[in-house]
């Protein structure tokens, strides 16, 4: 079984910062792309940051300067530290990752259980 484990988020004022983290755990033989996605109400998910494990980071133009998307290979884990945050970066925050399981080629989609960010301004 495999999941995606997330932490990291709750109540900060606009301006200020706060770091996300999720990580996979389980048993799997490879984790390919991660990232974060936003849910700001009942409504479909919007990119927010994703990084390959090998290539170019993309960022939702509405973070671009402002957020910064890493990983920990070792760990399996990613970080979105976000800077200079807004009240319109409030939602749920979900954790992404493709992830391969056996040695048939593919990578399956998982979830973290979402975390909660909300900016006040």
């Known amino acids: 079984q495999v999941q995606l484990v997330e932490s990291g988020g709750g109540l900060v004022q606009a301006g200020g910062s706060l770091r996300l983290s999720c990580t996979a755990v389980?048993?799997?033989?490879?984790?390919?792309?991660m990232g974060w996605y936003r849910q700001p109400h009942a409504t479909e998910r919007d990119l927010v940051a994703t990084i390959p494990g090998r290539g170019a980071r993309k960022y939702a133009d509405s973070v671009k300067g402002r957020f910064i998307i890493s990983r920990d290979n070792a760990r399996n884990t990613t970080y979105l530290q976000m800077n200079a945050l807004k009240p319109a970066d409030s939602g749920v925050y979900y954790c992404?990752?493709?992830?391969?399981?056996?040695?048939?080629?593919?990578?399956?989609?998982?979830w973290g259980q979402g975390t909660q960010v909300t900016v006040s301004s």
């Open positions: 992404h990752a493709d992830i391969r399981r056996t040695w048939l080629p593919g990578f399956d989609d998982y």
């Open positions: 389980g048993t799997y033989l490879s984790v390919d792309e």
